[in-house]
């Protein structure tokens, strides 16, 4: 169903207002070269992040380095991996714990000192306040070893290697290096003491150093921007756009590309889908619901057909969310609503139902499970199209199913991969929709969530 993480908790404290959603297929990246070394033996970097894909390839946090001779931090088979290499490695750590919830946020920490006596205190690795002891690779650096990071003239990158290639794909929040200090996550985060969940705190009173950076991502014109001095990084490829209010504080559902099997293809962090082979594909919701109001858009790009609906997990997880095999409208416990008739389809049905949509238009999808007849209302560019009855009296877990035919659809959770012209929240404030929220309906995300069931 749903793993909410670092990010179920109502009141945190502390809020974050955006982090960064980097996609790796256009090349997302900031990059910054220090006008002067400073220190390369102490320092931390810390970051709150939320990964788009899983798998082998790399997929770099940041790096400094140039070619040959590089320090970086990055996944690679979903371990998470603090290595340099220099014809050979300076140092290799990798955790033998794997990561692969694309769905909660998450905090590494790692804490540099290669001044120190004992080897393992060289390099420490922390996630989510926690630090890694079990380690598939503990090869530490040498005592007093300099390191690339802040090192004049080598760049620092975030979101990719030091060439043209391993970009990560995902979302960044409270990016943030210690020029100087080895520290602790605590610097950064704390455990709630009601749940015990792990989240972020206030950073802007910490001492950054000569080369530090604090990297909020809230200044939407200047992406780069150091909200602690003037250590700014050049954006590269990044635009507004990819400002986002899906953080570590309030986490938005998106596509899940782990759901089912003949999956479209996912970029925008996990918010378009693409389909270019003769089936109906649908980007399945991370976030299920069995209670409440919901509400989400779908943006029509382009293609042959689009079909948007809902579906419940007992049929999610018997089957490929496919047609002819399966789909979302064509499974016994889902509904969808098809482009080119407007005709609704339940168990594989169809009757009339709306007006037909086409490229361009957004189709809202509120699902009522809340009230004595639970139902799902699709909206086409702001206008009802009417309820619809959930099969089987919408008894279950149902999840939200964006779906296409040969083309490509946009999911607007509430924090959306494309521009908005006019702007609307739900009822808390939260979300930015093309089109006003239904009375009573909200956003799918963690706040949400903790307030009103689901």
Known sequence: M?????????????????????????????????????????????????????????????????????????FEGDALKVHKYNSGYDYKITTNRLFRDISAWSHICVAFDTTQGTAANRIKVYVNGVQETSLADSSYPSEDFDTNYNTVSLPQNIGKDWDSSNYFDGYLAETVMIDGSQLDPTSFGEFDEDSGIWKPKDVSGLTFGTNGFYLDFEDSSALGNDAAGSNNFTVNNLTAIDQSTDTCTNNFATGNPLQTNDLPTFSEGNLAFTSGSNHYKSGVSTIGVSSGKWFMESKFVSGTTHINGVIDEADLNAQSLTHPTAGVGFTTNSVGYI???????????????????????????????????????????????????????????????????????????????????????????????EYAVPSSYYSLNTKNLAEHGG
């Open 339 to 433: 482009s080119g008739s407007g005709n609704r389809f339940i168990a594989d049905g169809s009757a009339s139902y709306g007006a037909s949509y086409t490229t361009g238009d957004i189709i809202g999808i509120a699902l009522d499970l809340d009230s004595g007849t639970k139902t799902v209302t699709f909206y086409k560019n702001g206008a009802s199209q009417g309820a619809i009855n959930l099969p089987t009296g919408g008894t279950g877990t149902f999840f939200f199913a964006p779906g296409i035919y040969n083309g490509v659809s946009n999911a607007n959770f509430g924090s959306p991969p494309f521009a908005i012209s006019s702007g609307n929240t739900d009822g808390n404030g939260y979300g930015n929709f």
């Open 2 to 74: 749903i793993i909410l993480g670092t990010n179920s908790i109502k009141d945190t404290g502390y809020d974050v207002a955006n982090s960064l959603r980097f996609n790796d297929g256009s090349s997302d990246h900031l990059t910054r070269t220090p006008s002067g070394s400073s220190n390369r033996r102490t320092f931390t970097i810390s970051t709150w992040l939320k990964r788009s894909a899983l798998g082998s390839a790399p997929m770099i946090i940041l790096s400094a380095a140039n070619s040959g001779n590089r320090d970086f931090i990055y």
